[in-house]
């Protein structure tokens, strides 16, 4: 069960597929727009009602872009969540009622365990981010820098709260629906963590090590791949690709943009004077592109894409940056909100990207400049071929099925 944009349903339809073909029934329910990702991978789907994609091109989800803080973005997130938690009750108890165990991604955890508790069905935790709170780092949700140990993990707890928050309304209504006694946001968050109810995270430690000061049961396993099947480059992208010396992508993914114009043209002019062609993807954000020296495209494989490209230029939500890493290619990070401050800084940390560049402040130059350090200094190919090389050896998927064991048993 997992809610949210493409990047929150995508890793899932792999893991699915790994769980499918090691002879369990899976079902994956999430949004209708996203049913056509699991065409031949054995998994089977429930819709859920709500469209996130019409949500934040509403004039609602176009005021996230007003928020200049990681805490004002959180307070307008929690508040549109939780007027959308309400309308996926329904959906997840009909899925929930034929199923054996409940696997929750984090979006919709809080409601999931409340289902799975009524109904007596054992479940497991599966998170895209690190969102338990820990000494380490900041909250990634809120996109800001380190406040120091204690203040990191204060931080991490009012972040988990914040999160509680979204399903005041709609868990007290299934606890009751399910004969459960009631039980406030704070109340269940720590019933939760004294059960140590088991939370796997599907990216690599590679990436982010798991924190020392994590509870037992709060596990790193891998990265969870998107489910491919046996796609294959469109034929004007092979011709494109084969035209020339390697491209650069740039991608914003799931994220809209208030300006779609105006970065597409940034892009543009940035790629032309670094003297490097370009895939632009179109995404929620509507970017666009002309001319010979560019391609337009729509939804891609990454896997199949980015081994090809001379570097990726992205938004850095976890599932591209997670494809930009496997490739072995070095990344732009260009974050715009939520989680991908983090992601982006990690990239830069990790040594595969130059520096960080905000869209809010991106302009031609400064992309141009970030891009030709980026391909020019062998340093960051070595260092994304060699990361990418490591990743792509690690078995994400095997912790889950371990712990799917353990927890049907």
């Not at 709060?218 to 990265?223: K, P």
């Not at 099925?401 to 048993?409: C, D, H, Q, S, Y």
């Amino acid at each position: 069960m997992t809610a949210g944009s493409r990047g929150d349903a995508a890793p899932f339809t792999g893991l699915g597929h790994a769980l499918a073909r090691a002879g369990h029934e899976v079902t994956l329910v999430t949004h209708e727009r996203f049913a056509p990702l699991l065409a031949g991978s054995g998994v089977a789907f429930h819709a859920l009602p709500v469209d996130p994609r019409a949500e934040l091109e509403s004039a609602r989800g176009r005021g996230l872009h007003r928020s200049t803080t990681g805490v004002g973005k959180l307070v307008r997130v929690v508040g549109m969540a939780r007027a959308l938690a309400g309308r996926m009750t329904d959906a997840l108890l009909a899925a929930a009622a034929d199923a054996d165990v409940l696997l929750l991604g984090a979006a919709l955890a809080p409601l999931g365990h409340a289902v799975a508790e009524g109904l007596g069905r054992p479940s497991l935790g599966l998170h895209l981010q690190p969102l338990a709170a820990t000494r380490e780092f900041a909250p990634p949700l809120l996109t800001t820098g380190s406040w120091g140990g204690a203040g990191n993990r204060i931080a991490g707890l009012g972040v988990n709260l914040a999160v509680e928050h979204v399903f005041a309304s709609a868990v007290p209504a299934v606890r009751a629906r399910l004969g459960l006694p009631a039980l406030r946001p704070a109340a269940a968050l720590r019933a939760r963590e004294r059960q140590r109810w088991p939370v796997l995270h599907g990216f690599s430690p590679l990436v982010v090590p798991r924190p020392r000061d994590w509870r037992p049961g709060l596990e790193v396993t891998g990265y969870w791949w998107p489910y491919d099947g046996e796609h294959e480059l469109p034929r004007e992208v092979r011709e494109f690709l084969d035209a020339g010396p390697p491209p650069v992508f740039v991608g914003l993914g799931s994220a809209t943009v208030p300006d779609a114009g105006g970065v597409s043209a940034a892009v543009a002019d940035a790629l032309r004077r670094a003297g490097l062609r370009g895939v632009i993807q179109r995404g929620w954000g509507g970017l666009s592109a002309d001319g010979d020296d560019m391609l337009l495209v729509d939804e891609v494989p990454h896997s199949l894409l980015f081994p090809r490209m001379a570097a990726v230029v992205h938004h850095c939500g976890a599932g591209t940056t997670a494809a930009g890493l496997r490739a072995g290619v070095p990344a732009v990070p260009v974050p715009i909100q939520f989680d991908e401050r983090f992601w982006a800084g990690r990239l830069v940390a990790l040594g595969v990207a130059p520096r960080v560049l905000p869209l809010r402040r991106l302009t031609a130059g400064a992309l141009a400049s970030a891009l030709v350090e980026a391909v020019t200094d062998p340093a960051y190919g070595r260092r994304a071929r060699d990361l990418g090389r490591r990743i792509r050896a690690e078995d994400g998927e095997g912790p889950v099925l371990e712990a799917l064991g353990r927890i049907a048993a």
